[in-house]
């Protein structure tokens, strides 16, 4: 039996193993003659073809491609409190399954705080709006333009026609059919997000690590510090504008408490959300709260109004650069150019991604532009 297993062996050891550096590919020819005149031509068409190739994919593709750079953007905004949960857990799906309950339960409180307000608000705008219109005859001035061009009827069928027959919803979106698309391409970006988001936050590290293989081996750890500290940026960016928008909503929410608003939490829960926005967030905010105050008297509108333009300039003077000048260290005039280009390329999620995006190129020019003109 010992005889048979070496006599097994022996015939194993003999059969043929082919390696890959044995392998005959031919021999290699003559390089290609680059100085002729038909490379070149070639050469350019084809670059020429491909890039009107992508520019074409990438306008196509819009869409898809703001969803992916808004997923990566809040990825990058999270990022922080999953790294501080994970330095405690050491394991990052734990620590990101936790982030985002976190974040889906305060966006469904938010919800349930602020959306029964709001169709109450408009149940008793369309219950009231006869009596207002009625109200309007006592009004000299209407009075005598209603005489003249009938203008207190026509209110009335305008208001029957968008409200009690529904055809205010359906106009604003082009039809029934409209509705329902806007709704499900709604439903489908929150939900696209949402999972880009999750998958981008669950693998920035291993994602990051890609990404930085593809620059050479002796500049690679440079590159991996400052893409680093890009992401730390958008994390702290993101972080402050949180704190300056719940900083706002506390004062809405005080203010409404004074002047004795209606609906005070579902105030400043909306301004919570609302402040977030770059620019025209708080233009918003004080036309919310102006109209919700006009319902009470005009008296407390004009002092609401008066009294959120002062604190939109403390929180521009005071506030968010003591912030800002803390993590992100950008200029003001920087920050206002960036969130108007944004605004007017991508509109709002352009204003939203300018300011971290201007953070980063600065950075870039400071640790890599800056340092050889300094140099040469």
Do not use: C
């Not at 002062?310 to 506030?319: D, F, G, K, L």
């Not at 890599?368 to 003109?373: I, L, P, S």
Request: glycine residues 8%.
């Amino acid at each position: 039996m010992a005889q048979i297993k070496r006599v097994f062996r022996k015939s194993s050891d003999k059969s043929p193993q082919t390696k890959k550096s044995d392998i005959d590919f031919g021999e290699s020819g003559s390089s290609i003659n680059t100085s002729h005149p038909f490379y070149f031509g070639f050469l350019a068409a084809t670059g020429a073809l491909v890039a009107i190739a992508i520019l074409q994919a990438l306008q196509s593709a819009s869409q898809v491609f703001i969803l992916l750079i808004f997923s990566l953007f809040l990825a990058m905004g999270l990022n922080p409190a999953v790294s501080f949960l994970q330095s405690r857990t050491r394991k990052r799906g734990l620590s990101v399954s936790l982030v985002v309950v976190g974040v889906l339960l305060v966006v469904t409180t938010a919800a349930l705080v602020v959306i029964p307000p709001v169709f109450n608000q408009i149940n008793d705008f369309v219950a009231g709006a006869p009596q207002l219109i009625d109200s309007l005859r006592n009004n000299q001035t209407i009075s005598k333009l209603d005489q003249h061009y009938g203008l207190i009827k026509s209110l009335q069928d305008k208001f029957q026609t968008w409200f009690a027959d529904g055809k205010i919803l359906t106009g604003a979106f082009g039809g029934v059919l409209g509705v329902g698309k806007t709704v499900l391409s709604g439903a489908f970006a929150t939900l696209t997000v949402l999972v880009l988001t999750l998958y981008f936050l669950y693998s920035l590290p291993s994602v990051t690590k890609v990404f930085y293989r593809l620059t050479p081996r002796s500049r690679r750890e440079r590159v991996s510090k400052i893409g680093d500290a890009i992401i730390a940026r958008i994390g702290s960016f993101v972080g402050s504008q949180i704190l300056i928008a719940f900083f706002a909503s506390i004062f809405v929410f005080v203010l409404g408490l004074a002047l004795s608003l209606p609906y005070v939490a579902a105030l400043g829960t909306l301004i919570l959300f609302v402040a977030l926005i770059p620019l025209v967030g708080h233009f918003i905010g004080s036309a919310i709260v102006t109209l919700v105050a006009l319902t009470q008297s005009p008296t407390k509108a004009l002092l609401a109004l008066i009294l959120y333009t002062a604190y939109v300039q403390i929180e521009n003077y005071i506030i968010t650069p003591r912030i800002m000048r803390r993590t992100l260290a950008i200029p003001g005039l920087v920050t206002i150019v960036a969130a108007l280009l944004g605004t007017s390329l991508l509109g709002l999620v352009g204003g939203v991604l300018a300011v971290p995006i201007a953070a980063a190129v600065l950075l870039l020019m400071d640790e890599v532009v800056f340092k050889k003109t300094d140099n040469s």
